[in-house]
C-alpha cells in the first residue's frame, strides 16, 4: 500500500494537482490498529486511497482534510469516542497558483521566468503571435496567442469565475486593452489583481469608470494599481521583481506598499 501511496503523491504532483497524506499518528483503544496508517485525499470527490478504518468518522475526516486543502495549509485533528482517541496529521500538498499575465511585452517575459522559478502555474497571453510564443516564454506552462478578452473567457472554461487560486497581471501593450480585462475579471474572486499604470492614469481611469459605467468606486480597492511593490524599479526585469514580490505578500497576507 506504501508504493501505492507513493506512486499516487508523485502522480499528483506532476499533475500540479491539490493533494494530502493523512497519517495515524497517536492512537488509543479500538484506533490502535490504525496508528502509522495513510490516507490520500483529493480536493474532488474521488474516493480516497488507503483505509484508516475510521468508521463513522471517515467522512469527518474526509470534509476537514479537504478543508485544509482548500486553505492550503496542515492541520491536526483530534477525535475521541467512547472507545479511543485517535490524532492524524493532515500534510497538505496544495494546487499552484495560477498566475496569468495579460501582455507579452518586456516586463512578462522576466516576470514568467521568475514566477515559474517560484512554482506558479503560468499563463502567457497576447493578441499579437510574434510575441506570444514559446521562443519568448519557454519557462510558461501555456503561450495563448489570441484576442485578450475572448482568450481570458477562454481559460474560464466552463467555470463562472476565476477561483481564490488565480493571479491575474495587467502589462498590455496598451492601457485600453488593461481596462476591458479589468472589467471582466474585477467581480472574480481571484487572490490577485494587479494593473500597470501611473498614479495619475490609473485614477483616470477609476473616474471615468465610475461615472460612464456606474462602478462603485469600492470594487477597485481590491486591484494593485500602480502594480508592484515600490523598490525603485526601473528595468523591465526590476519591475518583474516588483510585481512578483506585491504578489507573493498579498498571497502570505501581507500589506505591501505599494510603487
Given at each position: 500500500m506504501m508504493?501505492?501511496?507513493?506512486?499516487?503523491?508523485?502522480?499528483?504532483?506532476?499533475?500540479?494537482?491539490?493533494?494530502?497524506?493523512?497519517?495515524?499518528?497517536?492512537?488509543?483503544?479500538?484506533?490502535?490498529?490504525?496508528?502509522?496508517?495513510?490516507?490520500?485525499?483529493?480536493?474532488?470527490?474521488?474516493?480516497?486511497?488507503?483505509?484508516?478504518?475510521?468508521?463513522?468518522?471517515?467522512?469527518?475526516?474526509?470534509?476537514?482534510?479537504?478543508?485544509?486543502?482548500?486553505?492550503?495549509?496542515?492541520?491536526?485533528?483530534?477525535?475521541?469516542?467512547?472507545?479511543?482517541?485517535?490524532?492524524?496529521?493532515?500534510?497538505?500538498?496544495?494546487?499552484?497558483?495560477?498566475?496569468?499575465?495579460?501582455?507579452?511585452?518586456h516586463v512578462a517575459a522576466p516576470l514568467a521566468v521568475m514566477a515559474s522559478l517560484c512554482d506558479f502555474s503560468v499563463t502567457v497571453l497576447d493578441d499579437r503571435p510574434q510575441y506570444a510564443n514559446r521562443e519568448r516564454f519557454p519557462t510558461a506552462d501555456r503561450v495563448i496567442a489570441g484576442p485578450f478578452r475572448e482568450e481570458l473567457r477562454k481559460l474560464r472554461g466552463d467555470r463562472p469565475t476565476f477561483d481564490p487560486n488565480t493571479c491575474i497581471v495587467l502589462v498590455t501593450r496598451g492601457h485600453q486593452y488593461d481596462v476591458d480585462l479589468l472589467l471582466e475579471v474585477l467581480d472574480d474572486p481571484v487572490a490577485y489583481i494587479g494593473m500597470i499604470g501611473s498614479r495619475r492614469r490609473v485614477r483616470a481611469v477609476y473616474e471615468l469608470l465610475e461615472r460612464e459605467r456606474g462602478i462603485p468606486?469600492?470594487?477597485?480597492?481590491?486591484?494593485?494599481?500602480?502594480?508592484?511593490?515600490?523598490?525603485?524599479?526601473?528595468?523591465?526585469?526590476?519591475?518583474a521583481v516588483a510585481i512578483l514580490a506585491e504578489i507573493i505578500a498579498v498571497l502570505r497576507k501581507q500589506s505591501p506598499e505599494r510603487s
Open positions: 508504493r501505492a501511496i507513493a506512486a499516487a503523491l508523485a502522480a499528483s504532483a506532476e499533475r500540479r494537482e491539490a493533494v494530502a497524506l493523512v497519517s495515524v499518528v497517536q492512537a488509543t483503544g479500538e484506533f490502535l490498529p490504525a496508528l502509522g496508517r495513510h490516507l490520500v485525499v483529493w480536493l474532488d470527490e474521488r474516493t480516497p486511497l488507503g483505509d484508516l478504518q475510521l468508521r463513522d468518522l471517515q467522512p469527518r475526516l474526509l470534509e476537514e482534510a479537504r478543508t485544509a486543502l482548500r486553505e492550503r495549509r496542515h492541520a491536526r485533528l483530534d477525535y475521541r469516542t467512547e472507545a479511543g482517541a485517535i490524532t492524524l496529521f493532515v500534510e497538505v500538498q496544495p494546487q499552484p497558483y495560477h498566475l496569468i499575465i495579460a501582455g507579452a511585452g468606486r469600492h470594487k477597485f480597492d481590491r486591484v494593485h494599481a500602480p502594480i508592484g511593490l515600490d523598490i525603485g524599479a526601473q528595468t523591465p526585469a526590476e519591475i
